[in-house]
């Protein structure tokens, strides 16, 4: 079991940046696979991008790709998404995911808003 508790959403203008923090309340190094994930009004809730344990293999949405950075720290017990070059259509809410063995557990979410 972990809870997930994610932060550093916020209002940006187009072209900005935020980066956004994703705090576990146990040790990530054996949680193989974490992620982030968008979902905006009206929409399907979507995947952002996903790293593996060790940080080695990453995929990305192909609307975020060579914008957005997804990495962990372990040793914090934190998954990061650095996001730059913000459009509109980033705006969403943004919630973290860890998959276990037998199911995956989710964070609250938080709120992502581009101005143009």
């Known amino acids: 079991q972990v809870q997930l508790v994610e932060s550093g959403g916020g209002l940006v203008q187009a072209g900005g940046s935020l980066r956004l923090s994703c705090a576990a309340s146990?040790?990530?190094?054996?949680?193989?696979?974490m992620g982030w994930y968008r979902q905006a009004p009206g929409k399907q809730r979507e995947l952002v991008a996903a790293?593996?344990?060790?940080?080695?293999?990453?995929n990305y949405a192909d609307a975020v790709k060579g914008r957005f950075t997804i990495s962990r720290d372990n040793a914090k017990n934190t998954l990061y998404l650095q996001m730059n070059s913000l459009k509109p259509e980033d705006t969403a809410v943004y919630l973290c995911?860890?998959?276990?063995?037998?199911?995956?557990?989710w964070g609250q979410g938080t709120q992502v808003t581009v101005s143009a």
């Open positions: 995911k860890a998959q276990l063995p037998t199911r995956a557990y």
């Open positions: 790293i593996t344990s060790g940080g080695g293999i990453t």
């Open positions: 146990r040790n990530i190094f054996s949680i193989n696979v």
